[in-house]
């Protein structure tokens, strides 16, 4: 008899223990007999730069799952990571069945808010032929699209906040104990992750690697500006405007700075 696998695709930026009780939820309900995290290191829907490093995403959900009511049945998966880029799921899928479809039925788990854009995957009614997915709820977003195609999972663990809530908690130096497990607040809290500082470090790196996409400079720029300092952040919009010269918000940014300081320095801009 084949192993059942689910398959619970997402960026985990980071992983938190809404994820965890959704995976455990799983388990008890015995609608798998494994569940692996499918680690997407580059989302076709999401800017990369604004995604934490691959590995960094899978060390935290790492710690997370060992730290969960059932380690050996829940772990997190690199296989996106050796695939093309970006990672489409059923690329991913064809991969996986290719590999291990002899041992392994594969099944797939995902949020209602992701549901609501199935239909812009690739290949997406391959994928609702060929497998079967199981839809957890989120607020603010109703099971409409193919709905009489996969099974809702109206009991499973509701969860009030997102990985994006997390981040800026961690960006505004929040105690993190409620929403990640003791390990992840504490690498979190270690690796200075979302903070101003921390990101300038990575912008920064990427940057000094040859990277020289005005979307860098601007985020770059946006912290800069969180941290006052005035004269680095017009620098970044200024760089960015220069590697493109059509991008609006770089030239929105670059003149707000600049309405701030002839307010606070009107002596010096308008003397």
């Given at each position: 008899m084949k192993k059942r696998m689910l398959l619970y695709f997402g960026s985990f930026d980071p992983i938190h223990n809404g994820h965890?009780?959704?995976?455990?939820?799983?388990?008890e309900r015995n609608l798998a007999d494994e569940v692996a995290l499918i680690i997407s290191p580059q989302n076709p829907f999401k800017?990369?730069?604004?995604?934490?490093?691959?590995?960094?995403?899978?060390?935290?959900?790492?710690?997370?799952?060992?730290?969960?009511?059932?380690?050996q049945q829940i772990k997190p998966s690199v296989v996106e990571f050796v695939l093309e880029k970006p990672s489409y799921?059923?690329?991913?899928l064809d991969y996986l069945k290719e590999t291990c479809g002899d041992e392994m039925e594969f099944s797939i788990i995902t949020g209602s808010d992701i549901?609501?854009?199935?239909?812009?995957?690739?290949?997406?009614?391959?994928?609702?032929?060929?497998?079967?997915?199981y839809v957890y709820p989120r607020k603010g977003y109703e099971v409409e699209k193919f709905a009489d195609r996969v099974t809702l999972l109206s009991d499973a663990p509701y969860v009030e906040f997102s990985s994006t809530e997390v981040r800026e908690r961690a960006?505004?130096?929040?105690d993190l104990s409620a929403y990640v497990s003791p390990s992840v607040a504490e690498y979190i809290k270690n690796n200075q992750l979302w903070t101003t500082a921390g990101?300038?470090?990575?912008?920064?790196?990427?940057?000094?690697?040859?990277?020289?996409?005005?979307?860098l400079y601007i985020e770059r720029g946006k912290c800069f500006y969180r941290r006052n300092e005035w004269g680095k952040a017009i620098n970044d919009f200024n760089h960015a405007m220069k590697?493109?010269?059509?991008?609006?918000?770089?030239?929105?940014?670059?003149?707000?700075?600049?309405?701030?300081?002839s307010f606070r320095y009107k002596d010096i801009y308008n003397p």
């Open positions: 965890i009780a959704l995976a455990e939820y799983a388990l800017t990369d730069v604004l995604q934490t490093p691959e590995y960094t995403r899978y060390e935290m959900a790492e710690m997370a799952t060992k730290e969960s009511r059932f380690p799921t059923i690329k991913t549901w609501a854009r199935f239909d812009e995957w690739k290949d997406y009614e391959r994928i609702l032929n060929e497998y079967k997915i960006e505004r130096g929040e990101n300038i470090v990575r912008l920064t790196s990427m940057i000094k690697a040859g990277d020289e996409r005005a979307l590697l493109d010269p059509e991008n609006e918000e770089a030239r929105q940014l670059h003149d707000m700075i600049y309405e701030i300081l």
